[in-house]
């Protein structure tokens, strides 16, 4: 380091031709390359050093550096950039120039320098870029600087590789994001690794298994049946998704699970920042309420089954006695049909209830307003609210549809005159509920000569029972019915 000083006023000759001849040997080291910097003393006595422009001594010094480095003059001309940085941004191995480092970035990366390197004359700044190399996304962290370049003053940049910090950021941004997505299915979510360890369980795993899974191997925690007669379990599922192969709802029973034991399992790879596979993702499905919507659906199917073949049963009956009975085609159609569309009325009644139990109320009704409605004075009701099973409900409705086409042909319904009235009965002792029809008012009533279907329609109806049946007498003053409906199909209050 060669060392200069100014101010000259009170040398004397033999000093000064001392001071010249190292001003001469000052300038010779330089030519020569003998100095790596020059400090000089201002006239206020301040030393000030400057390095010298293209200074092999310089360049060392940033060679050695472990960050890539890049100096630039007060016109933002590219000076040198080091090895480090020609290997980091892949830039030629020697005669760099601005052109290879402005090829090197895109046009966000660009215009993100250049605004760092404006603002950074005056002090230090620093920012950030992310830029491709080769086929790599790269993320670097710049930081600029002035630099004193001999008597002018340039701009010195370091470029430190941030990739491995940024993607560790986002893999853990990614991670929690992750741990809030399985937390927060409704589904159970297992997540095991390449040796079907279980890493991650979410709080819905509770109801399949009831210790923590976690740490253990899946297989060993989830005790699955599978329906493939043993040649799948557990493990394979696992193996199968680690190896990079999705497996898709597949139905399973867990029969030691403390409350799901119906489950729908998918298992699908887990990758993470690349293509291998890191383990593999498990969700299960709970089929409970399916399982029972497919039992109920089940038993209603074989209900249904039964109520059509006993419906179409009750229909070819009807169809043969009405036929055995009736004298005429139109007679036979007359009745035929009347009887269809009291058996229809009771159904109807019964679907709007999902086939439940409906009250005798509705069934007496539904009968007799073909014939009179139940608000006009010539019918009365009483106590007709108890509710009554399906099967009770259906041959109440044929008895009462006989006894009301009796009236209007023959009874107190055939006049502007007669009175009907329908009423229901209980006792204690007794082992049904009673329901009285009696007619009063009509024509002076004469028993039948002959038994016809609709006698034996309301005498047989509620026999399906021992304590079912009814009894018709034929008083003059009108018809009387008694009807005993079996308690098994009394639904209680």
Not at 274 to 303: P, Y
Not at 366 to 374: G, I, M, Q, Y
């Amino acid at each position: 380091m060669a060392i200069a000083e100014s101010g000259y006023d009170t040398l004397s000759a033999e000093e000064l031709r001392h001071r010249l001849e190292e001003a001469e040997d000052t300038l010779r080291a330089i030519r020569e390359g003998e100095v790596d910097a020059l400090m000089v003393r201002n006239p206020r006595r301040e030393d000030e050093v400057f390095t010298l422009e293209g200074d092999a001594s310089y360049y060392a010094f940033m060679e050695a550096m472990n960050l890539g480095a890049a100096a630039f003059d007060e016109e933002n001309r590219l000076l040198y950039a080091n090895k480090a940085l020609r290997e980091l941004l892949q830039l030629p191995a020697d005669q760099v120039d601005a052109n290879h480092l402005r090829a090197a970035l895109d046009d966000v990366s660009r215009e993100t320098v250049i605004a760092l390197m404006k603002d950074a004359r005056e002090a230090k700044r620093t920012a950030e870029i992310a830029m491709l190399v080769g086929s790599d996304e790269m993320h670097l962290l710049l930081s600029a600087a002035p630099l004193q370049l001999g008597v002018n003053r340039g701009l010195a940049i370091t470029f430190t590789d941030i990739t491995a910090k940024v993607r560790a950021a986002a893999a853990e941004a990614s991670e929690r994001a992750a741990h809030s997505i399985i937390n927060s299915a409704n589904e159970a979510v297992v997540v095991c690794d390449v040796n079907g360890i279980v890493t991650h369980a979410n709080a819905a795993v509770a109801a399949i298994y009831a210790g923590n899974p976690v740490g253990e191997a899946f297989a060993d925690v989830i005790q699955l049946n599978l329906p493939m007669t043993g040649l799948l379990q557990a493990d394979d599922i696992v193996s199968l998704a680690i190896s990079g192969s999705s497996v898709q709802g597949i139905e399973a029973t867990v029969p030691d699970a403390p409350r799901v034991k119906d489950v729908l399992i998918s298992a699908a790879p887990l990758r993470v920042g690349s293509d291998k596979a890191s383990g593999c993702v498990i969700t299960m499905v709970d089929l409970s309420q399916r399982k029972a919507a497919e039992k109920q659906q089940l038993l209603l199917m074989g209900e249904l089954d039964h109520r059509v073949k006993n419906t179409l049963a009750l229909v070819l009956s009807i169809c043969k006695r009405t036929a055995s009975t009736e004298e005429t085609v139109d007679g036979f159609q007359v009745a035929f049909s009347g009887r269809i569309q009291a058996l229809a009325a009771t159904h109807n009644l019964l679907a709007d209830n999902n086939w439940s139990s409906i009250s005798i109320a509705e069934v007496v009704s539904a009968e007799l307003d073909p014939f009179v409605s139940s608000a006009q004075a010539r019918l009365r009701v009483e106590g007709l609210d108890a509710m009554v099973m399906p099967r009770a409900a259906i041959a109440l409705g044929l008895v009462v549809h006989e006894l009301a086409t009796n009236a209007v042909k023959y009874g107190a319904l055939s006049n502007d005159t007669g009175r009907v009235q329908v009423k229901v009965t209980k006792n204690e002792d007794e082992a049904w509920l009673g329901i009285e029809w009696l007619e009063s008012g009509g024509p002076v009533v004469q028993p039948p000569v002959k038994r016809g279907f609709g006698q034996t329609v309301i005498t047989r109806s509620l026999q399906y029972m021992a304590s079912g049946g009814a009894e018709i007498e034929y008083p003059s003053t009108g018809v009387r019915c008694r009807l005993r409906v079996p308690d098994e199909d009394v639904v209680s209050a």
